[in-house]
T-cell receptor, first 111, second 116 residues
Framework: SQQGEEDPQALSIQEGENATMNCSYK?????LQWYRQNSGRGLVHLIL?????REKHSGRLRVTLDTSKKSSSLLITASRAADTASYFC???????????FGEGTQLTVNP | DGGITQSPKYLFRKEGQNVTLSCEQN?????MYWYRQDPGQGLRLIYY???????QKGDIAEGYSVSREKKESFPLTVTSAQKNPTAFYLC???????????????FGPGTRLTVL
């Protein structure tokens, strides 16, 4: 079953603009994670936010988590062409044994 | 360098053949995972193993088998019973104990399987 759903499915912006992606989920979670995937490659972990946290920053990344709305957002500030990739959210349910991934947002940053 | 390796990068299989995809990690992680990714879609969990000699089915285990005889290795066999095996296969591992990277999944580069 698909837990996380990203929105939008695709996003195209100009270099220097900010990119915001959203993720909704259905069940109680231990944490929510964001991953990045360049075409044809493995996923790379970006940031993890635990259920008792509301906001987290890492470089140009800002993640928020609203457990009451079961949603999260990933903000990439001052985007670069190299940020072009697919971004996935993944949730670890309270059973703690596995992650469930969403369908992803395809981000294109135009130079 | 610590990491996860998958081999081969590309694999071609004739219908009716079993094939085995390799996944090795030297991160000393206890848990390992296999995912399938179809074009333009997210990851679906095939099997996972939290400890040596133990593994659990994921959401799409039918037509696949795994073994976990060593902590470092978690091979996936795609059997002839898998009706539509052409996909990108990703292996991952996780540490539940590292304070720095606890709960983060580390991914291999993937194997692209094509059935001819």
């Amino acid at each position: 079953s698909q837990q996380g759903e990203e929105d939008p499915q695709a996003l195209s912006i100009q270099e220097g603009e900010n990119a915001t992606m959203n993720c909704s989920y259905k069940t109680s979670i231990n944490n929510l994670q964001w991953y990045r995937q360049n075409s044809g490659r493995g996923l790379v972990h970006l940031i993890l936010i635990r259920s008792n946290e509301r906001e987290k920053h890492s470089g140009r990344l800002r993640v928020t988590l609203d457990t009451s709305k079961k949603s999260s957002s990933l903000l990439i500030t001052a985007s670069r062409a190299a940020d072009t990739a697919s971004y996935f959210c993944a949730t670890e349910e309270t059973s703690g044994s596995r992650l469930t991934f969403g369908e992803g947002t395809q981000l294109t940053v135009n130079p | 360098d610590g990491g996860i390796t998958q081999s081969p990068k590309y694999l071609f299989r004739k219908e009716g053949q079993n094939v085995t995809l390799s996944c090795e990690q030297n991160l000393n992680h206890d848990a390992m995972y296999w995912y399938r990714q179809d074009p333009g879609q997210g990851l679906r969990l095939i099997y996972y193993s939290q400890i040596v000699n133990d593994f659990q089915k994921g959401d799409i285990a039918e037509g696949y088998s795994v073994s976990r005889e060593k902590k470092e290795s978690f091979p996936l066999t795609v059997t002839s019973a898998q009706k539509n095996p052409t996909a990108f296969y990703l292996c991952a591992s996780i540490s539940k104990y590292s304070s720095a990277t606890r709960d983060e999944q580390f991914f291999g580069p993937g194997t692209r399987l094509t059935v001819l």
